[in-house]
T-cell receptor, first 113, second 110 residues
Framework: NAGVMQNPRHLVRRRGQEARLRCSPM?????VYWYRQLPEEGLKFMVY????????ESGMPKERFSAEFPKEGPSILRIQQVVRGDSAAYFC???????????FGSGTRLTVV | QQQVKQSPQSLIVQKGGIPIINCAYE??????FPWYQQFPGKGPALLIA?????SEKKEGRFTISFNKSAKQFSLHIMDSQPGDSATYFC?????????FGEGTQLTVNP
């Protein structure tokens, strides 16, 4: 039973490019959460999704960031026109039921140059 | 109301010591309180969790103490080992998501 799979592990983008981060939840988990972690800081909630629905996007920046969790395939976090301040580790977590038992992936480390 | 405040920011103990990490919350709707352990370059891993109907929970060398009236909870690590050196996050479950504390960087010296 594979854990939460995130790819790529490392992503380098130039300013102005798009970054696409992918997350496949654990088998049987229908709730997906994205968190951002800046160096030496805690985990900041971004968005909570279920299949084909965004449940809570209160932590998402209003511009350039979007997320989806389609009926088939992984959840995608998309960052358009990246800036240096977007450099961070982005973690995805999944859970079988709402709120409890989060399992985190290993993260995608985005570097904007 | 969604904040979880964690202290200390960093902690250094000797092997065998008992580091204690504290967290406080405001939102009385929180009803699930996990602790996560994170090693450099890795994702957070669930260590132990408690619900507010109990005051203490032990799993191996890790103990959560929970004070519902004070809205505080803490993690104790018994007989700490150098391999416990990591960053520890407390969290609280609100509607739809976990809210995390800022983290405590623990160093256990040999």
């Amino acid at each position: 039973n594979a854990g939460v799979m995130q790819n790529p592990r490392h992503l380098v983008r130039r300013r102005g490019q798009e970054a696409r981060l992918r997350c496949s939840p654990m088998k049987g988990h229908s709730h997906v959460y994205w968190y951002r972690q800046l160096p030496e800081e805690g985990l900041k909630f971004m968005v909570y999704l279920q299949k084909e629905n965004i449940i809570d996007e209160s932590g998402m920046p209003k511009e350039r960031f979007s997320a989806e969790f389609p009926k088939e395939g992984p959840s995608i976090l998309r960052i358009q026109q990246v800036v240096r301040g977007d450099s961070a580790a982005y973690f995805c977590a999944s859970s079988p039921i709402k709120r409890d038992g989060y399992t985190f992936g290993s993260g995608t480390r985005l570097t904007v140059v | 109301q969604q904040q979880v405040k964690q202290s200390p920011q960093s902690l250094i103990v000797q092997k065998g010591g008992i580091p204690i990490i504290n967290c406080a919350y405001e939102n009385t709707a929180f009803d699930y309180f996990p602790w996560y352990q994170q090693f450099p370059g890795k994702g957070p891993a669930l260590l132990i969790a408690i619900r507010p109907d109990v005051s203490e929970k032990k799993e191996g060398r890790f103990t959560i103490s929970f004070n519902k009236s004070a809205k505080q909870f803490s993690l104790h690590i018994m007989d700490s080992q150098p391999g416990d050196s990591a960053t520890y996050f407390c969290a609280a479950s609100g509607p739809g998501r976990l809210t995390f504390g800022e983290g405590t960087q623990l160093t256990v010296n040999p």
